[in-house]
């Protein structure tokens, strides 16, 4: 009785419109990437990038439908047969797959193809959600409750490596952030964080004064604490902090020349001076800001963007589309995105806190925290804060595989969300 | 308690959203190195030269034009060639040249054009442009280049080249740049602001292999280019060129200035060479080749080489002293009682009689009264304020200054006072006996012909000059700069020029000049003769003509021609009369003046004199102050500082002077 109410009155237009809003400025933005000026390149012409993803966003429409039509409970119930099956397209891609872009990670059906670790990402969040749904699990106490967890996110990690798509496997460390809501302690994003900041400051300095500076800010640190606490192990603690600091300081001479991949190694590298190699890694990154930067603050207008347009950014339409709109739109464009995006996966937070059970509350955090990261990574590449990850930025890229997964993943929870009022809280 | 962690989360994403904010601020709005003109590769800026301005002759006849040539520029990357020796044959180059061209070309850019052969002409290129179509990677781009009616003027025009690299650091404003050219010397330096005109701008997209996608926003910032305004020079092309054959196989100069407008009508500086040379894409090796002639024919002589003045000086004595009053028109001097020697004539009782003969007593005399002039009763005092007063006279004639002439590096010439000379002898240790020579124009004196040939006009306008130009009309309004409209006075009132006039008549009707002289048409001439140790003696001739209403006035400088009646005064008379009336009457003396040749004489700068001779130089003036007359004429390489040679000019002189020997006076 209840759930016949249409699904128009519950479901959150705030996200609709956040996401239908996207959706517009990036295909407007695929348009100008392809445009020619002496072809006059039709918008809906079927031939180029920007006529196909209309048709995907023809698409998308139809499976946002059918996500709205089928019932809620579907999507917990069948968690681990959906982790299932994206796991058993993963295995196929590997044996199965086409070579694009030297990934092997394509399914070519006809004259379409699907990238099943686009969707990876739908299957680990429905799965961790429904693990963490048993109000048993406790990741504040239970060392052994994270065990599953890792598995499931490790397994298809491991299947993405192997088909060689690294980018889209480092989505996972978004998962991160539901885990810290979730009751993951704090020291453990601090601890990546902080790693991954002396990574950079290593690179920048010389490693011997940033020792010193570590020793110091410890001393002050040991001078100024309250006397119980240092009692209490905050001088051991302190101490071992900072020598496990300093050991990340030396260990990144040999993670930088043992661990990481040669280009892996570059692409840090031209992310800290992207004029050590200007025609070869950096290229992009100097491309790219330049053609952000040339737009100023009202841009050159559209279908006026010269640097995209001839070519010097590279993957215009599709990892670099954030490029499109820094020049043809200026600041203002930039700055739009930018609060479409943080509007949208905060509201998604807010959402996932009001849910009343946890696996839809989990869930929920999962899709903010894969397009938060996606973000983080894609316009950080983009404006030279981040290296280049070749991920797409989510409603905005050119490509079939991730609008689909990410209007799916979206709508799933909008769905959830939108049946609230009629679930009994399990948490 | 773990909801609170959504605030960190929320906080978290906020954080990320404003740094991303702050950076691209930062590098959309405060970070100009981004901005379209300074780091856009997908929009080029196109500049487009204007051609040239062009130059005319007084008649509206064309001397300096612009010719399209044609730059040859090569895309290494796109460069299919599969028969080299074949294409070397058509450009007319070794496969040596083309090889280190396309190293040069591919060390650049493989993907950008650059220079591969420069100004090829419009013959060049019409015969290869049907056999390029069969390689690929070169295209091209059209250029200029100066081109000359006439071989002459070469000097006075000056000409035009690639912008070198000091000139580049040094301009103010960052206007010019590699690779431009930019006018070096002549009136292409002078008017170059002028004669450059505006450059245009185009904004054209490029992809990124730098092929050219249309003009950016539809040309809406675009500039066109303006060409650079016409020059009309006072310059007679006919004449000019008749008195470059003249000169021919000598080393001087001929400058003749329309006296009523100060325009340059003529201007020779022998030997000169086809400005074309330098106009071409063999630049480099003809510029070496002149800079290296011993001749020097890149010296501007008309405006740099300096000379003594000799007795056309005499002229400037004459009209100082009846203006200051110390003689009159019938004012006579003999030869009686003069350290100046003098050669034999008639006897001069007359300043008019004393300028025709030319007499070296008769203006020792009048300079002697000029200088004590005053009524000072010490005679090193007298003729310290003497000579001043005297400097300040003669200084009115642009003597010891420069004219400001629109040519560059124009001499100043030395005009001594009395501080001049207080630096060799010390203050009051010096008077008139220790500088007499200057008055038959000898001594420290020192001009250019372009000062003698507007000494000539102040003579025939009577006491008033304009500055000496090339350029009497600047663009098509012809607007001529304001201060070639300026009347400068010599303070010399006209009555007293006559006697003068009288003096130069009689020396072309019957005085030392009187063998060039052209029936029909009234000249006022005056020779001079500079004494030259290293070779024969400069001969100076100033003239003009007609004496009646003077259309021109000339100054003709022949290097070790002798004296100035032998080749200075029937140059000058045949450009004179070349000038008034269009031809040449007298063929023989015209034909005997351009089979002169006089390049035998000259001694070069780069010959050493005998090493003996030198030597004994200085003993004779350490040991005898005979010959250390500070006032004799020394030879001296125009354009070198006079020496200055305290301790010889300290001797007394005076007294031991021998009579008769020092000065010549023709």
């Keep these: ?427 | 308690m773990l909801e609170s962690r959504r605030f960190v989360i929320i906080g978290f994403f906020a954080l990320v959203g404003v740094i991303y904010l702050l950076r691209l601020f930062y590098l959309q709005v405060l970070d100009e190195s981004y901005s379209i003109e300074s780091s856009s590769n997908s929009i080029k800026r196109v500049t487009e030269i204007p051609f040239r301005g062009q130059i005319y002759d007084r008649y509206g006849k064309l001397i300096v034009y612009n010719t399209p040539v044609y730059d040859l520029l090569v895309t290494p990357s796109k460069v299919r060639m599969d028969d080299t020796l074949r294409f070397c044959k058509v450009l007319g180059i070794e496969k040596r040249d083309f090889d280190s061209l396309m190293t040069a070309a591919g060390n650049y850019s493989r993907v950008k054009p650059s220079l591969f052969l420069r100004q090829l002409s419009k013959e060049d290129f019409a015969s290869i442009q049907d056999i390029m179509v069969d390689y690929s990677g070169f295209e091209f781009a059209k250029s200029s280049l100066r081109t000359y009616t006439a071989p002459t003027l070469a000097n006075t025009l000056g000409y035009v080249s690639e912008v070198t690299k000091g000139q580049l650091e040094r301009q103010e404003e960052p206007y010019y740049r590699q690779g431009d050219y930019i006018g070096q010397s002549g009136v292409e330096k002078i008017y170059e602001n002028e004669l450059r005109g505006k450059r245009g701008t185009k904004f054209v997209m490029q992809n990124v292999n730098g092929v050219y996608k249309g003009p950016w926003k539809n040309g809406e910032l675009d500039t066109m280019a303006v060409a650079g305004e016409n020059l009309h020079t006072g310059l007679d092309l006919e004449v000019q060129q008749y008195a470059d054959s003249l000169m021919v196989n000598k080393v001087g100069s001929v400058v003749a200035i329309e006296p009523k407008t100060g325009q340059i009508i003529s201007m020779v500086s022998a030997p000169t060479y086809d400005p074309n040379i330098l106009a071409s894409r063999y630049f480099s090796k003809n510029f070496a080749a002149l800079a290296r002639n011993p001749y020097k024919p890149l010296f501007n002589r008309p405006v740099m080489a300096s000379y003594r003045p000799g007795s056309t000086f005499k002229l400037i004595q004459a009209l100082i002293g009846l203006q200051e009053g110390v003689i009159t028109p019938g004012s006579g001097f003999t030869h009686a009682n003069c350290p100046v020697g003098c050669h034999n004539h008639p006897a001069t009782s007359t300043v008019a009689l004393g300028v025709a003969h030319s007499c070296n007593p008769y203006f020792y005399n009048v300079f002697r009264r000029l200088i004590y002039k005053n009524n000072i009763k010490n005679t090193f005092r007298a003729s310290a304020v003497g000579l001043d007063a005297w400097h300040d006279d003669i200084a009115k004639f642009g003597i010891g200054q420069r004219l400001g002439i629109d040519l560059p590096s124009e001499y100043k010439g030395n005009l001594p006072n009395k501080k001049y000379y207080d630096r060799f002898y010390g203050e009051y240790r010096w008077k008139f006996s220790n500088i007499y020579s200057l008055s038959i124009g000898e001594g420290e004196l020192l001009i250019t012909p372009l000062k003698m040939a507007n000494v000539a006009a102040i003579i025939a306008n009577r006491g008033y000059f304009y500055t000496p130009h090339v350029i009497h009309g600047i663009g098509d309004k012809r607007t001529v700069k304001p201060e070639f409209l300026e009347r400068h006075e010599t303070g010399v009132e006209p009555h007293n020029f006559e006697p003068v006039i009288e003096g130069m008549i009689g020396a072309v009707e019957a005085g030392t000049a009187r063998r060039s002289r052209v029936e029909g048409i009234s000249i006022a001439g005056k020779t001079g003769t500079s004494q030259n140790k290293r070779g024969d003696d400069h001969s100076i001739f100033i003239a003009f003509a007609p004496v009646e209403d003077p259309k021109i006035a000339i100054a003709v400088f022949v290097e070790n021609a002798g004296a100035g009646g032998s080749a200075a005064a029937p140059i000058a008379n045949l450009i004179i009369e070349k000038y008034l009336s269009r031809k040449v009457t007298n063929k023989a003396l015209e034909e005997r003046m351009m089979k002169l040749d006089l390049m035998s004489k000259v001694i070069l700068p780069t010959q050493k004199k005998p090493a003996s001779a030198d030597s004994t130089k200085k003993k004779t003036e350490e040991t005898k102050p005979v010959n250390g007359d500070p006032n004799s004429p020394e030879n001296r390489r125009p354009g070198t500082p006079h020496p200055n040679n305290p301790a010889a000019m300290r001797k007394p002189v005076v007294a031991t002077l021998p009579k008769g020997n020092q000065q010549k006076a023709l």
């Design chain 1, 1 to 427: 009785m209840a759930e016949s109410k249409p699904i128009t009155k519950n479901v959150d237009w705030m996200v609709v419109l956040i996401y239908i809003a996207c959706l517009a400025i990036g295909w407007l933005n695929i348009y100008a990437a392809v445009y020619n000026p002496e072809a006059h390149t039709s918008m809906f012409d079927l031939s180029n990038n920007a006529g196909k993803q209309l048709m995907w966003i023809g698409t998308a429409a139809l499976l946002i439908v059918c996500i709205l039509v089928i019932d809620y409970k579907f999507y917990e119930t069948f968690s681990f047969v959906i982790y299932a099956v994206v796991i058993f397209l993963l295995v196929v891609v590997l044996f199965a797959g086409s070579n694009i872009n030297g990934s092997r990670s394509w399914i070519k059906l006809g004259s379409f193809s699907l990238q099943p670790a686009e969707f990876s990402k739908l299957a680990i969040s429905l799965a961790i959600s429904k693990y963490l749904s048993d109000p048993a699990i406790s990741l504040t106490r239970k060392l052994k409750d994270y065990y599953p967890i890792m598995g499931i996110i490790a397994l298809p990690a491991f299947l993405i490596l192997l088909s060689n798509e690294t980018g889209s496997m480092l989505v996972f460390a978004s998962f991160a952030i539901v885990l810290y809501r979730e009751g993951m302690p704090g020291f453990i994003p601090a601890i990546g964080i902080i790693g991954a900041a002396l990574l950079i400051i290593t690179l920048l300095f010389v490693k011997w004064y940033i020792a010193g500076a570590i020793i110091v800010i410890a001393g002050l640190v040991i001078w100024l604490m309250p006397v119980m606490t240092r009692r209490r192990g905050g001088l051991w603690a302190t101490i071992i902090i900072a020598i496990g600091m300093i050991g990340i300081v030396f260990g990144v001479d040999f993670f930088m020349n043992n661990v990481l991949q040669k280009h892996q190694r570059g692409r840090i590298m031209v992310l800290l001076d992207p004029d050590s190699d200007p025609r070869g890694i950096g290229w992009n990154v100097i491309q790219s800001k330049i053609a952000i930067g040339s737009g100023g603050l009202t841009g050159k207008g559209f279908l006026q963007g010269t640097q995209t347009k001839f070519d010097f950014v590279p993957e215009q339409s599709t990892d670099f589309i954030f490029c499109t709109v820094g020049e043809e739109h200026g600041f203002l464009g930039t700055a739009i995105v930018v609060f479409l995006f943080i509007a949208l996966i905060s509201r998604l937070v807010v959402l996932a806190e009001r849910q009343r059970s946890r696996f839809a509350r989990v869930y929920g955090y999962c899709v903010a925290g894969i397009i938060f990261f996606h973000f983080l990574v894609n316009v950080g590449m983009t404006i030279g804060l981040m290296p280049v990850i070749g991920i797409p930025l989510p409603f905005f890229s050119y490509g079939g595989s991730s609008l689909w997964s990410f209007s799916v993943l979206l709508f799933i929870f909008l769905k959830i969300d939108a049946q609230r009022p009629f679930t009994l809280s399990r948490a």
